[in-house]
């Protein structure tokens, strides 16, 4: 039980499992694919197992791909069904730590829950995605995705060998040869080149999106406990 009282501040390991796959698994590069005849550009593949990301540099070499993310390329390309998949085996592979935790290392009786749950691959699945039940979770997300739906500003190329710059935000610069996209269409249709600026990626992107689903999520706990105490009000004998 030693093991156990030494990561109890973890609580729930097989999220953190899900946490950590997503992270690693797309911080490095897979495959560089050099030039060829038809491409004149480098090719990293990002994505492990799964290669769900490509992005395209004038340079080779490297093997970061946060750097090929925030420091500017020549492109990139989403693959939808890979990101999926890619999600789904983070999960499972959450799932599976998580059973071998509670399977080799069991609760002692005084840590025992009153309430019996059963442990198996859908009920463990669905601890890990509870997040998703909670309402500022999902005000957030909901932000966060129309965050990147609309184009603040187009700015013309300044030459004829330029491109047009969607500003997403002032926080993503994504380059494209054509006018009139979507951000989602440049996101995951391809484009010419996508810039992060970090500091305003938390600032002006992440931050706000936590702070609307904790006034959310504030708001829901609020209503909650007013319906819990109408309840109690409504059981208490009249005087």
Not at 49 to 60: A, E, F, K, R
Not at 120 to 126: D, N, Y
């Amino acid at each position: 039980m030693k093991f156990r009282a030494r990561i109890k501040g973890l609580e729930a390991p097989g999220k953190w499992t899900v946490f950590l796959a997503l992270i690693l698994g797309s911080s490095f590069v897979n495959r560089i694919t050099p030039p060829s005849s038809t491409e004149s550009l480098f090719q990293y593949e990002i994505g492990c197992p799964v290669v769900w990301l490509n992005v395209y540099s004038s340079q080779g070499g490297e093997w970061s791909a946060l750097n090929l993310l925030f420091n500017g390329n020549e492109g990139i390309w989403i693959n939808p069904l890979g990101l999926l998949v890619y999600v789904l085996l983070a999960l499972v592979l959450g799932v599976l730590v998580q059973w071998g935790f509670n399977r080799f290392w069991p609760r002692s009786p005084e840590e025992e829950s009153p309430k019996i749950e059963k442990q198996g691959f859908w009920h463990m699945l669905g601890e890990l995605c509870h997040f998703l039940k909670k309402p500022g979770w999902i005000g957030a997300a909901v932000s966060w995705v129309l965050g990147l739906c609309f184009v603040s500003q187009v700015v013309p190329p300044q030459n004829s060998f330029g491109h047009y710059q969607y500003l997403i935000g002032n926080w993503m610069t994504i380059y494209a040869d054509e006018v009139g996209k979507s951000a989602l269409d440049l996101l995951f249709y391809g484009n010419a080149g996508i810039s992060i600026q970090p500091i305003y990626f938390f600032t002006n992107y992440l931050l706000p999106g936590l702070a609307i689903g904790g006034l959310i999520q504030l708001l829901a706990n609020w209503l909650q406990k007013r319906k819990q105490v109408g309840k109690i009000g409504s059981t208490l004998p009249a005087s």
